[in-house]
């Protein structure tokens, strides 16, 4: 029998719980994707990482885990003699690639079986948890980098987000593995940090969460440092690179609110750092700093750095600095922490209730987060409160993205005298126009 609680645990319990409370509420029904490297799963505290993950469940949090099997692999290829080195090579070959699999195999069977023994051995005993793996990743091969075919060593090219979210629906945790399927057939090998955050971006959750190694991020005299921005991190990450840091820098940008850092040699990482307040973890925070309002003329370095690599890549007209100044009144930007991170233009025709539509880009790291849909929807808004019937915009490389939010193609006939006498024949740009009038 266990001894009864001291009158200062008691307190500290209570303490505890209270503080802990609004933290469930709020968490409840939302969703978190975790990841497990292969070092966390080789580690004596696995299962109790895999206790707390089944609490996240028992009170309502949806919970999406990707597992690493990095140091599993490394030990089955060293075993059959096909890898000297103690990390994953950057190739993997046709001999390697059955061993990867046996391990990654082995490794999520262990996942399945400690989450139902964890559940049994704790005080959840009864709450059935229901795991659903499956084929969620279509992959196709890294391909040729600098000379060098990489083989069996893949990206992710899509995730299957309606078969995650209808597994989450009925109330499974979704386990899933760091391989993917090509349309011919073939299995990649993937890197388990880019995948969870490419499936915490597809499913919208509110955390990515890494349970890893060596991933807290600390000062140069050792203290942990408990939260950082997203300037805060890149600098960081100029300074000491890291993979973990870098995925979840790169998810808080694409929409994800908060990423977790956390070391899974510390036992109950994950509740210290969801239901406390000063956790035990390095927090990225995105922030609320986001909008988009009219350019000013402070803006116009930025948004010429953003616009200069679309016009050198051909993508959008070429403007000097000089000109677009003269028509700052027509830009609008996006910024986040401060920076521009995306822009969209309106230029009115003369005597005319048409305006053409330009100078739409997003930066390349703030991408596949909707920001483009949102610039779109901003200058229509605008056009409409102008007294704007009709939008045109002449694109070269973006015609389907334009006909799927409602543009149709059109003639250059059918554009304003003045654009047509303007119409550069050798960039042979297709025009599309959208009535803003029309019913939908």
Request: charged content about 20%.
């Amino acid at each position: 029998m266990n001894a009864p609680l001291t009158d200062s645990e008691s307190a500290q319990f209570v303490s505890w719980f209270r503080q802990s409370l609004p933290y469930m509420q709020t968490f409840r029904d939302q969703t978190f994707v975790i990841v497990l490297d292969g070092y966390a799963i080789a580690d004596n505290r696995f299962q109790t990482h895999i206790q707390d993950i089944a609490l996240l469940h028992s009170i309502g949090i949806k919970t999406v885990i990707v597992h690493g099997a990095e140091p599993q692999a490394i030990e089955q290829l060293q075993q059959q003699k096909l890898l000297t080195e103690n990390r994953l090579p950057d190739i993997i070959d046709a001999n390697m690639m059955p061993w990867m699999q046996q391990s990654i195999g082995n490794v999520k069977s262990k996942i399945e079986a400690q989450i139902s023994l964890g559940v049994s051995n704790s005080p959840l005993a009864g709450h059935r948890i229901r795991v659903a793996t499956g084929n969620y990743l279509t992959a196709l091969p890294k391909g040729v980098i600098d000379g060098r075919d990489h083989l069996f060593a893949g990206k992710l090219r899509k995730v299957d987000t309606d078969a995650i979210k209808r597994q989450l629906k009925d109330a499974s945790i979704v386990l899933v593995s760091p391989l993917g399927y090509s349309f011919t057939g073939e299995m990649f090998y993937l890197d388990a940090k880019e995948v969870a955050t490419r499936i915490a971006l597809s499913i919208k959750a509110a955390k990515l969460i890494f349970l890893t190694e060596d991933s807290l991020i600390r000062t140069q005299e050792g203290e942990l440092i408990r939260e950082l921005t997203l300037s805060q991190a890149d600098d960081l990450l100029t300074e000491c690179p890291s993979v973990a840091l870098n995925q979840a820098v790169s998810a808080c940008r694409q929409g994800i609110k908060r990423s977790h850092l956390l070391d899974h040699h510390q036992n109950g990482a994950l509740l210290v750092e969801l239901f406390t307040r000063d956790g035990l973890g390095t927090l990225i925070s995105a922030g609320d700093y986001q909008t988009i309002r009219p350019a000013e003329l402070e803006d116009l370095g930025g948004l010429t750095a953003l616009l200069e690599p679309l016009m050198q890549q051909g993508i959008l007209v070429p403007r000097t600095q000089a000109q677009i100044e003269a028509q700052l009144s027509d830009y609008f930007v996006e910024t986040r922490d401060g920076m521009i991170v995306g822009s969209v233009a309106l230029h009115k025709f003369a005597h005319t209730r048409i305006a053409e539509l330009a100078c739409l880009a997003v930066d390349e790291r703030y991408r596949t987060a909707g920001r483009g849909q949102a610039l779109l929807a901003a200058a229509e808004e605008i056009a409409r409160k102008n007294n704007i019937d009709q939008i045109v915009v002449l694109t070269t490389q973006t015609a389907h993205w334009f006909v799927e939010r409602g543009y149709a193609a059109c003639s250059i006939e059918d554009l304003p005298v003045e654009k047509k006498m303007l119409y550069n024949h050798k960039r042979n740009s297709k025009a599309f126009l959208k009535n803003l009038t029309a019913k939908t």
